[in-house]
């Protein structure tokens, strides 16, 4: 009889020690649950070592976004060329536009005003993709004059019109790209204007 109890006892104090519970004093765990818990504790290590390194790596994201090597490596063509257009045109120059507003070069014209030109872009990105420009020199969106606006708001109209001569009835996107983070590769304003397919979001 007074076996089983003393079985009994040291039954309990195993299970106090499992649940969490106090163990009473010189109960000892056995080898291999010493171990065990040796083992659990270095798993937490590791996996908090882990995390740690996972947050520093987080943190320092945007230094790395940031390194010039890495962002210049990672840039399109069209965007490349939009940095170095914005580090070209500080202010107004001639620009491409400029040739195809007095002629001296081609472009297939859709549209012409005494303010404005529409043409088709070379390299459409839509099956429907012209531009609007003005015919006066207004290097970006960010540079125009509030006494722009009704000129401003013309280019709009022709988007408009044009818009609707294109058949475009299911509706299109206007896009006004505005310096070197705008993508702007061309400093004369410019609207794009695309049709013709659905458009995705966001434009990217």
């Known amino acids: 009889m007074a076996v089983i109890i003393t079985l009994e006892v040291r039954y309990n104090r195993q299970l106090d020690w499992k649940d969490g519970g106090n163990a009473t004093e010189g109960c000892t765990l056995p080898l291999k649950q010493q171990q065990k818990k040796k083992e ?118 022709v988007v408009k019109n044009v818009a609707k001569k294109e058949c475009l009835d299911e509706g299109y996107r206007v896009v006004i790209n505005d310096g070197k983070h705008g993508a702007q590769s061309v400093y004369h304003l410019h609207i794009h204007v695309l049709g013709g397919r659905q458009m995705t979001w966001p434009p990217g």
């Open 40 to 157: 659990a504790e270095e798993e937490e290590e590791v996996k908090v070592s882990s995390c740690d390194k996972t947050s520093q790596y987080r943190n320092d994201l945007p230094s790395i976004l940031m390194d010039k090597s890495l962002q210049e490596h990672s840039l399109s063509d069209e965007v490349r060329l939009a940095a170095e257009a914005s580090k070209k045109y500080g202010s107004p120059a001639p620009t491409i536009f400029s040739k195809v507003i007095d002629k001296s070069i081609p472009a297939d014209v859709i549209y012409e005003d005494e303010k404005c030109l529409a043409f088709r872009d070379i390299t459409p990105q839509a099956p429907v993709h012209f531009l609007v420009i003005p015919k006066v020199t207004i290097p970006r969106i960010s540079s125009a004059q509030d006494d722009d606006a009704e000129l401003l708001g013309h280019l709009l109209v």
